[in-house]
T-cell receptor
Framework: DAGVIQSPRHEVTEMGQEVTLRCKPISGHNSLFWYRQTMMRGLELLIYFNNNVPIDDSGMPEDRFSAKMPNASFSTLKIQPSEPRDSAVYFC??????????FGPGTRLTVT | GENVEQHPSTLSVQEGDSAVIKCTYSDSASNYFPWYKQELGKRPQLIIDIRSNVGEKKDQRIAVTLNKTAKHFSLHITETQPEDSAVYFCAASKGGSYIPTFGRGTSLIVHP
């Protein structure tokens, strides 16, 4: 298995633009997580899906953030409109009951 | 909810020395304890994990111990090498598919 796949790896955009981050979890994993990491705030859980259903989205900062998981092999995190304070590394991770979270390579987002 | 405390926040050792990182957790229902290593600019990587029915687990130079009664678990790295330099995170959850609670991380520096 190629592991968790994320795209794009880097994204630079201007304030106010829409940003869409994509994730393909490991086949057979039934849980998917979106995290955000910054120096100031560390690793923050944004949203958790189990069997494609959003279970906990209490970490989503505000209505500008939305996430979907239309099927077991794909998820998106959308920011609309983006702001400079959204600049961070966004990680997608998937897991199964057998083993804990395996992280994707991350998307480094810069909003100018 | 679960609370995980991790100590120390920074650990500096000489190459060849041992390093120990300690974590405590609060929820007695937690039964899965993974450890992650994050090198600068890279994703957190799962390096070892332990379940509550096991007291110790080893993998080459790393080992984890778990004391369920005291609710603490530790990561031991022997014969440290410069490439062990990274931030290490402990975590606790009710299973691999569940949301883990992460410690705040330990920055390990191994001096050649």
């Amino acid at each position: 298995d190629a592991g968790v796949i994320q795209s794009p790896r880097h994204e630079v955009t201007e304030m106010g633009q829409e940003v869409t981050l994509r994730c393909k979890p490991i086949s057979g994993h039934n849980s998917l997580f979106w995290y955000r990491q910054t120096m100031m705030r560390g690793l923050e859980l944004l949203i958790y899906f189990n069997n494609n259903v959003p279970i906990d989205d209490s970490g989503m900062p505000e209505d500008r953030f939305s996430a979907k998981m239309p099927n077991a092999s794909f998820s998106t995190l959308k920011i609309q409109p983006s702001e400079p304070r959204d600049s961070a590394v966004y990680f997608c991770a998937s897991s199964s009951e057998v083993r804990g979270l395996l992280f994707g390579p991350g998307t480094r987002l810069t909003v100018t | 909810g679960e609370n995980v405390e991790q100590h120390p926040s920074t650990l500096s050792v000489q190459e060849g020395d041992s390093a120990v990182i300690k974590c405590t957790y609060s929820d007695s229902a937690s039964n899965y304890f993974p450890w992650y290593k994050q090198e600068l600019g890279k994703r957190p990587q799962l390096i070892i994990d332990i379940r509550s029915n096991v007291g110790e687990k080893k993998d080459q130079r790393i080992a984890v111990t778990l004391n369920k009664t005291a609710k603490h678990f530790s990561l031991h790295i022997t014969e440290t090498q410069p490439e062990d330099s990274a931030v290490y995170f402990c975590a606790a959850s009710k299973g691999g598919s569940y949301i883990p609670t992460f410690g705040r991380g330990t920055s390990l520096i191994v001096h050649p």
